[in-house]
């Protein structure tokens, strides 16, 4: 009995899953192609020295004195400049990273990527997306209003973890046939969905500080109020949904049949070019081709 049940084990896990390799081959050679057309856009349009102040948040002490008692308590000190965020090379990098990975998927370690297809994985694009998603987020939380050094650390932390819960569910949900998952779909989405939880948290941060920038304004020297221009509103909530897109596919890959799953590997492509090419595209036009800041905000970064 034992015997036949270890059989059975040993049967599924190596279910060999349909991936056209040539058509994977042509499409990640087409995205190593568009991305890398992004990132060299961005480096030889855009000011490669434009960057904004990253600020830290510190607090000091203050001692409390009275006739009664003597004490202390922590207060925020006043914001200083701690570090750079450089616009025009963090939009060519995540753009430039998508393209390198493409470019390995379809040449270098091509075999590995479609071998892993084949068993149900894609390492190769959770390690992209682990990185490219989390710089990503640093550009967007900034242009959203989280300028503290804390903040942008926290966010770029939930973002990774984020897509390596991704990865993770990919390692549970594993195929019994061509047709059927092993396992419950409770069990199988266990990860998926305990992925949403650094998600939100990442994103209600990055929605809060937004709306309370957007709801800001001033009064320019020449008496016109100044408020938080509309190609802003287009980069965080187009992105918004965007990256939200990309855990609703994994989440009909993984209702269809095994089969199929080469097919969500295809729509990633796309949504990745999607959320790359319009983020970049909307920095590059009202941003980075500016030479400033002070387009997104009334004050100017540099003299704060």
């Given at each position: 009995m034992e015997s036949v049940t270890h059989s059975e084990m040993k049967e599924t896990t190596e279910v060999k899953l349909p991936v056209p390799a040539g058509t994977l081959r042509k499409w990640n050679g087409a995205m190593f192609l568009f991305h890398a057309i992004f990132g060299f856009i961005a480096l030889g349009m855009g000011k490669r020295d434009l960057k904004v102040p990253?600020?830290?948040?510190?607090?000091?002490?203050?001692v409390l004195a009275s006739n009664a008692t003597r004490g202390?308590?922590?207060?925020?000190?006043?914001?200083?400049?701690?570090?750079?965020l450089y616009l025009t090379v963090l939009v060519a990098s995540f753009s430039l990273l998508s393209s390198f990975f493409h470019l390995g998927n379809a040449f270098i370690w091509r075999k590995q990527y479609i071998k892993a297809l084949e068993s149900g994985y894609a390492p190769f694009r959770w390690m992209e997306y682990s990185i490219s998603a989390s710089v990503m987020i640093l550009l967007l939380s900034y242009i959203s209003g989280s300028i503290v050094m804390n903040t942008q650390v926290m966010l770029f932390g939930l973002t990774f973890v984020t897509m390596i819960f991704g990865h993770l569910h990919e390692v549970i949900c594993r195929p019994k046939s061509l047709d059927e998952w092993q396992g419950s779909k409770l069990w199988r989405l266990q990860a998926h969905f305990f992925g949403y939880i650094p998600q939100c948290f990442a994103w209600g941060i990055v929605i809060a500080q937004f709306m309370e920038g957007a709801s800001a304004s001033t009064i320019d020297a020449s008496g016109e109020e100044r408020k938080m221009p509309t190609f802003v509103y287009v980069i965080v909530f187009g992105e918004l949904l965007v990256f939200w897109s990309f855990g609703i596919v994994q989440l009909l890959v993984s209702l269809k049949p095994p089969s199929l799953y080469y097919k969500g590997e295809i729509v990633y492509m796309w949504l990745s070019?999607?959320?790359?090419?319009?983020?970049a595209l909307l920095c590059l036009s009202n941003v980075i081709l500016a030479g400033g800041y002070a387009e997104i905000y009334a004050d100017d970064a540099d003299t704060i």
């Open positions: 990253v600020y830290g948040s510190k607090v000091g002490i203050e202390w308590k922590q207060v925020p000190l006043k914001p200083e400049r701690v570090s750079w070019l999607f959320a790359k090419g319009l983020l």
